[in-house]
């Protein structure tokens, strides 16, 4: 069977058609038609000349595909995807991971930057999922007191792996959320875990938080 694998566009100058090019590109991640998307097609997100912020959340409802940062000159610029705040709705999360072999990437280190949801930039817990030179940047939680807090990215699943990324000023960069019954194994390669600030609760700069409770579920972390 042929291939028919194909790229699509996200871009705030397109019409918002069809996404087949950048003139028609979907305005927003959020705006993604998923009944347009198949395996192994690539989103390509629009950085501009100097970078892009778009204010959104969204889900990845698809499976094998990947979200990435454009290239070429015109539209390769920083893409920030920030959090629809000041809001308290402990649902908000900048990118939910619902399919699996899904991949995120940008093309250089912090490409991407996801950067002041409330509680959560990331949630990964199906299998075979990576982010590669993506930033994840100031999840503290909302006042008062960091309250709704959970961590950068939130992780449960099988061979998922994080590589090239840095956790900037969260209350805690990536928290262990073990997927029950199954086996659950996660890699960090390369990634570096810093704050220079104190937070709501004097708690940001943890680094990696494995799982308190038990789930009956065999969990490995690696991180090199």
Known sequence: TAASAKNLY???SGSGTDGASWSSAWQDPAKIDWSKVQAGDQIILDGGTSGIT??????V???SVVIRQATDKAHGGQVTLKGIYPTRNLNSIGIN????????????R???VLKNYPALAVSLKTNGNSLRNVEINGITGFQPY?????????FGGFNNQFINCDFR????????????GARNLTVFNNCTFGSN???YWGEDGSCIVGAKTATGAPSIIYAH
């Not at 778009?54 to 889900?59: G, L, N």
């Not at 991971?97 to 250089?108: D, K, P, T």
């Open 146 to 154: 960091g309250s709704g807090k959970i961590g950068g990215v939130a």
């Open 10 to 12: 996200i871009s705030p």
């Open 61 to 63: 409802p698809a499976s």
């Open 54 to 59: 778009y204010v959104t959340e969204f889900a």
């Open 197 to 199: 600030r104190y937070g």
């Open 169 to 180: 000023d969260c209350v805690y960069g990536a928290v262990e959320k073990p997927v029950a």
């Open 97 to 108: 991971v619902l399919g699996s072999n899904v991949h995120i990437v940008a093309a250089r």
């Open 110 to 112: 912090s490409g991407i």
